[in-house]
């Protein structure tokens, strides 16, 4: 299949990024974790294994399609709605933004927010 290598490394990214999940928790000092960390560090560990599982995807839908250009049109279409999905759990997680509309939270990663003194 053309193209092999970068979907690899698209996996291997995606492996990584959620792998820095692991690192940023056992980096974290004693304070405990407030909300919107808690939140943010779950984005990230999902996104990262979405974005590795999607990126593996186009291999096993060629394996059973036998077609590369409709194994690729079909990884394409799972791969936005996904991240259809994605857009719609990341509006009905507003209810954990609780001091500011979705879009500052959404944008403003690291920046430290209302609710983080819970």
């Known amino acids: 299949m053309t193209g092999q290598p970068f979907f690899l490394a698209i996996a291997g990214l995606g492996l990584s990024i959620a792998g820095f999940g692991g690192v940023v928790t056992a980096l974290h000092q ?13 984005n990230i560990v999902r996104m990262g294994l979405v ?7 186009p291999f096993p839908i060629y394996a059973w399609l036998g077609n590369q250009s409709l194994a690729m049109r079909v990884g394409s279409a ?3 709605a996904v991240h259809a999905v994605e857009s719609i759990q990341t509006f009905r997680g507003r209810k954990e933004w609780q001091s500011r509309g979705w879009l ?8 430290e927010t209302d609710d983080a003194k819970d």
């Open 30 to 42: 004693d304070q405990g974790w407030s909300r919107t960390e808690l939140w943010r560090l779950r």
């Open 51 to 57: 974005c590795m599982f999607l990126a593996l995807s």
């Open 78 to 80: 799972l791969i936005a």
């Open 104 to 111: 500052p939270r959404y944008i403003a990663v690291g920046r």
